[in-house]
Nanobody, 118 residues
Framework: QVQLVESGGGLVQAGGSLTLSCAAS????????MGWYRQAPGKQRELVAT???????YYADSVKGRATCSRDNAKNMLYLQMNSLKPEDTAVYYC????????????WGQGTQVTVSS
């Protein structure tokens, strides 16, 4: 089993920045893909960013240019730095992990709330 624990959410003003962290523990398999989903009230869940064990990244158009996804494989940590935050970034952000060849994310964290005030 793999456990994922997010931290770093909170209340921030529009235009501000924050960094989310995710600590992975347990039987972590490699190679893998880690990433971030988010879900706002009344909206569909959205894949925000992913990063492979080798450091290749993907970003949703909604955050491209404003977000940086990074990882520290030695520490089993995942990060999401977001700048120029907008009220529409308000959501619960979830850390996720899957095997490189898996088609879906098997492991999810409990989520951390990000609220951006206008």
């Amino acid at each position: 089993q793999v456990q994922l624990v997010e931290s770093g959410g909170g209340l921030v003003q529009a235009g501000g920045s924050l960094t989310l962290s995710c600590a992975a523990s347990g039987s972590i398999f490699r190679p893998n893909v880690m990433g971030w989903y988010r879900q706002a009230p009344g909206k569909q869940r959205e894949l925000v960013a992913t990063i492979t064990s080798g450091g290749n990244t993907y970003y949703a158009d909604s955050v491209k240019g404003r977000a940086t996804c990074s990882r520290d494989n030695a520490k089993n940590m995942l990060y999401l730095q977001m700048n120029s935050l907008k009220p529409e970034d308000t959501a619960v952000y979830y850390c996720v992990l899957r095997g490189t060849y898996a088609t879906a994310f098997d492991y999810w964290g409990q989520g951390t709330q990000v609220t951006v005030s206008s």
